[in-house]
C-alpha cells in the first residue's frame, strides 16, 4: 500500500469533487412539470397539484392524488481554456432522464398524508483529460477532472392540516446519494450514503391571495467510498454537506382566468466551509488525511409563474425565474462551471374528468462566465488558481410530461 502522502493528491480531488458536486450548477429545482413549465414558482400555489411538490401544505387544500413526471434534460458546456488551442466541449452524455412523483390522501377531515420522490441533485459533467494546459502533462496531470458525478435521491414523506384559511405541514427527507463517481486520468473515487433532513410549511388563501413558505434544512450525507488507483483499491470517509433551503411566495388569482405568483429562494451554500477526508475505520482511521477549505455563499433566486385558463379543461402556463450562482471566484472549480441563470419556460396541461395531462418546457441561459485567476497551481489542489482559467459557457433544455389523477 502506498503512504498517505502519495495518496493525498487523489484524496485532495475527491474532497473537492464531493464538496462541489452539489453546487447549484448539479442541482435540479424541477420537481414537477408544473413546476418546469412556470420556473418553480408555486410554493404559495393552492390550486394545482403539480405545486405539491414544493409546498406540501397545499395537501389540505385537495382531496388526494398523485402526479407522475418523466423529464429529459440536455445541456452543452465548454470551455476556452486560457493559453489552449481552441474551445473544447464536454464529452458529458447530453441527455439524461429523471423521474418525479407527489401522492396524497385524505387521513382526516382537515388533515392529509403524502410523500414526494425525485431526485434533487443528479447531474455530471466530464471533461477530455488534456483540456486545460496546465493539467495536461508531468505530475499535474494526475488533478485533471475527468469525470463528476453525483445521483441524490430524495424521498420525502409529509404531514398537513388544515386551520381555516391555513394549512401547515411538516415532514421528513430522506436522501440516498446512490452514486457518486469522480474521476481523473490516474484515480477513480465512488462511494455512497444516505441521511435523513426535514422540511417544515405552511400555506394560507385568503380570497384571491395566497401566501406560503416551505423550509427544508441542511443536511450532512456521511460518504462510504472507495478509492482506486493500478493495483489497489483503499477504503476513505467524506460527508456532503447539502444546504438548506427556503422558499416563500405570494399567489394572486387576478380574474377567473388568469393568475401569477412571484417566489423567492435562499438557499444556505455559506454553511459549507471545508470538507474534511478521513481513511476508513476498517483500514486503521486515524486523522484527517487532509482538509479542504471553501468559500461558498448563499444565494438567491426570484421567480415569477403565470397560468392562464384557455377553456374550462385547458390551462396554458409560463415563468421566469433569475438564479444566482453560490460559486465564488475564490474556489471556482472546473468540476462545476457554474454561474448565474436565466429560466424561459412555458407548457400546457389538459384536464380530462379525473385525469390531467402536462407538457412543458424550460430552456436556461448562463451568464458567461470568464474567470481568470492569478493564483498559480502550486500543490495538489486546482481549484482556484489559473489552471482553470478560461471563458465558459452552458446551455440548457428541459421537456416533461406528467399525468396526474385527483381523488373524489
Known amino acids: 500500500m502506498r503512504s498517505r502522502s502519495t495518496l493525498a493528491p487523489a484524496l485532495l480531488i475527491a474532497a473537492t469533487s464531493l464538496g462541489v458536486a452539489h453546487a447549484s450548477g448539479f ?14 414558482a408555486l410554493v404559495a400555489n393552492t390550486n394545482s397539484f403539480g405545486a405539491l411538490a414544493y409546498n406540501p401544505a397545499a395537501m389540505a387544500f385537495h382531496k388526494g392524488g398523485y402526479d407522475l413526471g418523466l423529464q429529459g434534460i440536455y445541456d452543452h458546456t465548454q470551455v476556452t481554456p486560457a493559453g489552449g488551442t481552441g474551445t473544447v466541449i464536454a464529452t458529458t452524455p447530453h441527455w439524461q432522464t429523471m423521474p418525479n412523483l407527489f401522492w396524497s390522501d385524505k387521513i382526516a377531515p382537515h388533515a392529509r398524508f403524502g410523500f414526494g420522490i425525485n431526485e434533487p441533485y443528479g447531474l455530471q459533467i466530464a471533461w477530455p483529460a488534456q483540456t486545460f494546459p496546465a493539467l495536461a502533462q508531468g505530475a499535474a496531470s494526475a488533478l485533471a477532472p475527468t469525470y463528476t458525478q453525483l445521483r441524490l435521491f430524495d424521498v420525502a414523506p409529509s404531514f398537513s392540516y388544515r386551520f381555516g384559511p391555513v394549512a401547515v405541514d411538516a415532514g421528513a427527507d430522506y436522501y440516498d446519494a446512490h452514486r457518486t463517481v469522480l474521476g481523473t486520468p490516474l484515480a477513480t473515487v465512488s462511494g455512497s450514503g444516505d441521511q435523513v433532513g426535514a422540511h417544515v410549511g405552511a400555506l394560507g388563501r385568503w380570497g384571491t391571495v395566497g401566501v406560503g413558505i416551505n423550509y427544508r434544512s441542511a443536511v450532512n450525507v456521511p460518504l462510504d467510498g472507495t478509492l482506486s488507483e493500478p493495483g489497489q483499491s483503499i477504503p476513505v470517509n467524506a460527508t456532503l454537506h447539502l444546504p438548506w433551503q427556503l422558499a416563500v411566495g405570494v399567489n394572486d388569482t387576478v380574474t377567473k382566468k388568469f393568475g401569477v405568483e412571484f417566489d423567492f429562494n435562499r438557499t444556505g451554500w455559506s454553511r459549507f466551509s471545508n470538507l474534511v477526508v478521513t481513511p476508513a475505520p476498517g483500514v486503521g482511521g486515524g486523522p484527517a488525511l487532509l482538509t479542504s477549505t471553501y468559500d461558498w455563499q448563499s444565494s438567491n433566486a426570484y421567480r415569477i409563474g403565470l397560468h392562464y385558463a384557455l377553456s374550462r379543461h385547458v390551462r396554458l402556463r409560463a415563468g421566469y425565474a433569475y438564479d444566482v450562482t453560490g460559486a465564488t471566484n475564490s474556489d471556482f472549480s472546473a468540476r462545476i462551471p457554474d454561474a448565474n441563470r436565466q ?43 489559473s489552471a482553470y482559467n478560461g471563458t465558459y459557457k452552458t446551455r440548457a433544455q428541459l421537456f416533461g410530461v406528467s399525468i396526474s389523477r385527483r381523488f373524489s
Do not use: C, H, K
Request: proline fraction near 4%; charge should be negative; charged fraction near 10%.
Open 27 to 40: 442541482a435540479i429545482s424541477e420537481l414537477s412539470i408544473t413546476g418546469l413549465s412556470e420556473s418553480d
Open 343 to 385: 429560466e424561459f419556460s412555458f407548457g400546457a396541461s389538459q384536464r380530462l374528468g379525473a385525469w390531467s395531462l402536462s407538457a412543458g418546457y424550460m430552456y436556461v441561459l448562463f451568464n458567461t462566465r470568464t474567470y481568470a485567476s492569478s493564483t498559480p497551481l502550486t500543490g495538489a489542489d486546482p481549484n482556484g488558481t
